[in-house]
């Protein structure tokens, strides 16, 4: 009944689809089929329906006598010939094979070709000489390829990459059952209408240029459990994002972007939690449709210290191809102590020290990530795709003097271009102090001194005198 109650919902705001045909006819290989006459000598695939057009599991073709559907370019019914340029919604619907052809005559494809109860398709090809539209490793696109129609209900991949070049996931595209793993390339804008109708999906990461995810994105993904968006976000709508269970989201932008979620059925919006840049906590607290969610912390740690070191961490960035940490000693960002470079990984290539002297770090020198990283040398032989998802690195720098105030520098790099960039101060914890902690967590002992003949208390590198007040 749940998928029912969705589809239902779902045809509410799409193109309307005509449930009735014109005749019937076989193709080549004995494979009755059904068309609708759009105009002229035009026509259109057109899904069978027996019975109600509410009846999910027997509107659709009796069985197929092959694996292989292939629908013809022309069909002749009733001495008169036409040529095949439509594919109607839910035409596809139900299907018991294996893999459909397209032919080239095609010209207009319905969003939701396949969108029904269950069918065994696993692979679209599309005649190469189509010059609308495409197929890659069974799924359609528009020929350009930068707009992904349908993926096969039956196709079995855990993770989906989506190919780089793809500016748009069509209406309902991906209605499958065998995808856990959906990763966006780094040149998606825009997500359609219901895009996502599988219950199996369990994480969707998008890179930085993604702009528009549109209404009922995520109406189908009852198991979704974790959704990454990029920086770059403008405008997303979140119905239905906890509809059936808690989910942990991901927004890397700084600016919280315009989030609608309007559907009353979220109960479990207040037990998912929203990660965000720990500088943008407080704005998303205070944000329209974000505050919803009952816990919103920051995607990268705090920065941990110990006496002669110091555990930084930063949120990866989709579109960097590396990092730069510059450290000083001063506020003024004149005395530099280190910069330390970093590859698209977040591995270690390069150290200078404040004196100019070179170091160069070895390059299998790991950063510690929480996920593997995109092009990780572990991945060699991996049956799975390499993962482009790492959500934040760090790093410990270490040889640092203990009680003193540090200033950094943290840019996020493209090519020599500075794509992003965080500056802030830390200050390392006096000798004595146990290592390894959170400076929130930690309250070093006073110490007194003397200085110039007066009493003075010195604590967190500062100097006070005995009624409390801070001596400059």
């Known amino acids: ?94 299907i018991q094979v294996d893999t459909v052809y397209f032919p080239r005559t095609i010209t207009s494809i319905s969003p939701g070709i396949t969108l029904n109860y269950y069918n065994s398709i696993s692979c679209f090809i599309m005649d190469e000489n189509n010059p609308v539209y495409a197929s890659q490793d069974g799924v359609l696109y528009t020929k350009d390829m930068k707009n992904l129609l349908a993926y096969p209900f039956a196709k079995k991949d855990s993770i989906f990459q989506v190919p780089e070049g793809v ?179 977040g591995y270690l290539i390069g150290i200078t020290l404040g004196d100019s002297t070179p170091l160069q770090a070895a390059a299998d020198n790991p950063v510690y990530a929480p996920q593997r990283s995109a092009d990780d040398p572990s991945d060699e032989g991996d049956s799975e795709p390499t993962r482009r998802y790492a959500g934040y690195y760090s790093f410990t720098i270490h040889s640092l003097s203990p009680g003193r105030q540090y200033y950094y520098v943290r840019q996020s790099l493209a090519g020599e271009r500075v794509i992003d960039e965080e500056s802030g101060s830390f200050e390392t914890l006096p000798d004595g102090a146990p290592t390894g902690v959170n400076p929130l967590l930690f309250e070093p002992q006073p110490q007194k001194t003397f200085e110039n003949g007066m009493l003075r208390i010195r604590k967190n590198g500062n100097s006070f005198n005995v009624n409390g007040t801070k001596v400059e």
Not at 61 to 68: A, E, L, Q, R, V
Not at 75 to 86: C, E, L, N, P, R
Request: glycine share 6%.
């Open 1 to 94: 009944m749940k998928r029912l109650s969705i589809t239902i919902l779902l045809i509410s705001f799409l193109k309307s689809w005509a449930f009735a045909y014109d005749f019937k006819c076989e193709n080549e290989f004995g494979d009755t089929l059904c068309y609708t006459v759009l105009s002229g000598n035009s026509v259109e695939l057109a899904p069978y329906i027996e019975t109600s057009r509410w009846d999910w599991t027997t509107q659709n073709y009796p069985p197929f006598k092959n694996k292989t559907l292939h629908i013809p370019e022309k069909v002749t019914y009733a001495g008169q010939t036409y040529t095949v340029t439509s594919i109607g919604g839910h035409a596809l619907s139900c």
């Open 167 to 345: 500016q748009k996931i069509g209406d309902v595209s991906i209605h499958n059952e065998g995808v856990h793993i959906l990763e966006m390339p780094l040149s998606l804008i825009e997500v359609g209408v219901g895009a996502f109708l599988s219950e199996t999906l369990e994480e969707i990461i998008f890179q930085d240029n993604i702009t528009t995810i549109k209404e009922y994105a995520f109406i189908g993904s009852s198991n979704l459990k974790r959704l990454v968006l990029g920086n770059k976000l403008q405008d997303i709508n979140l119905t239905c994002i906890a509809r059936f269970s808690p989910t942990i989201v991901e927004c890397r932008s700084i600016t919280p972007p315009i989030c609608n979620i309007v559907d009353v059925e979220n109960q479990f919006i207040t037990s998912s939690t929203l990660l965000v840049p720990r500088k943008s906590v407080t704005a998303y607290q205070m944000a329209e449709g974000w505050n919803q969610f009952g816990t919103i912390l920051p995607i990268e740690p705090p920065i941990v210290l110990g006496v002669n070191e110091a555990e930084v961490s930063w949120v990866q960035n989709f579109s960097a191809t590396g990092y730069v940490w510059h450290l000083y000693s001063d506020a003024e960002h004149t005395q530099l102590v280190m910069t330390l470079t970093f590859d698209a990984r």
